[in-house]
């Protein structure tokens, strides 16, 4: 990893995917501030990182816009600066048609999956921008790209967050900032595996792996990658 690189937030960096990408920024030398929503949470990642001084965390509702504002601004006069955002909060809601779905499972999907990013990635680009240079990377879906029977909210709200980067990136090109987005179809979670207990886990890719993708998108070894949805699918 590039030296540039000092300190990476990791949005929802408690949950499977989060944890594996803080722990690969840990192992890679980053200073990692991670959310959480409940500190048992943070404690477990504490734990599984082996107590890495150079690991933080904050409970943070990553959908309420002055909350974040605060929280980047108290990282940003703390550290000096933060280098790569690395968004991987988000939901799942499915096994209902489109019909049979209610209005508040259309909130939380769109809060979840789209509204956190936004309000995430809109406070720390300020900085970004002054600074000119970092790094962003989203987690989207291959559900975004639609055909999801059963999952039409949560694949609207993965469409949206795809947009939103695609656009993003497009905005910020004036900047040396880089914005991605990573595309899993299905990884291997605990959640996924309750979900599927029937499934072949095998074929999954591993959470530890995805970050692996994550933190070289945001190295100076990926500089030439900016605007890209990049598949993680492995071989499911």
């Known amino acids: ?29 980053a200073r990692v501030v991670v959310t959480f929503r409940r500190p048992e ?23 309420d816009e002055a909350s974040a504002g605060k929280f980047i601004a108290d990282v940003e006069s703390k550290f000096g600066s933060v280098d790569a ?3 991987t909060v988000g939901g799942y809601a499915g096994g209902k048609n489109l019909w049979e779905s209610d ?8 809060n979840l999956n789209l509204r956190a990013a936004y309000v995430m990635a809109r406070a720390v680009l300020p900085g970004m921008i002054r600074r000119n240079r970092g790094a962003i990377v989203n987690i989207a879906s ?9 999952a039409a909210l949560y694949a609207a709200s993965k469409a949206g967050v795809l947009a939103l980067f695609d656009s993003l990136a497009e905005e910020v090109k004036p900047y040396n900032i880089n914005v991605n ?20 886990f095998s074929v999954w890719p591993k959470t530890d792996d995805i970050a692996k993708v994550i933190v070289f998108l945001c190295s100076d070894d990926a500089r030439v990658i900016h605007g890209a949805a990049v598949p993680v699918y492995g071989r499911t």
């Open 1 to 29: 990893m590039s030296q540039n690189l000092k300190t990476v937030v990791v949005a929802g960096g408690t949950g499977a995917l989060g944890g594996s990408v803080a722990r690969a920024f840990l192992a890679a030398g």
């Open 41 to 63: 949470e943070f404690d477990e990642l504490a734990t599984s990182a082996g107590k890495n001084p150079l690991l933080g965390g904050m409970s943070l509702d990553a959908t």
């Open 85 to 87: 955002l690395v968004i």
């Open 103 to 110: 209005l508040a499972t259309y909130e939380q999907m769109l």
């Open 142 to 150: 291959r559900a975004g790209y639609g055909h999801s029977a059963g």
């Open 181 to 200: 987005s990573i595309v899993p179809s299905i990884m291997d979670t605990p959640a996924n595996r309750r979900a599927m207990p029937k499934a072949d």
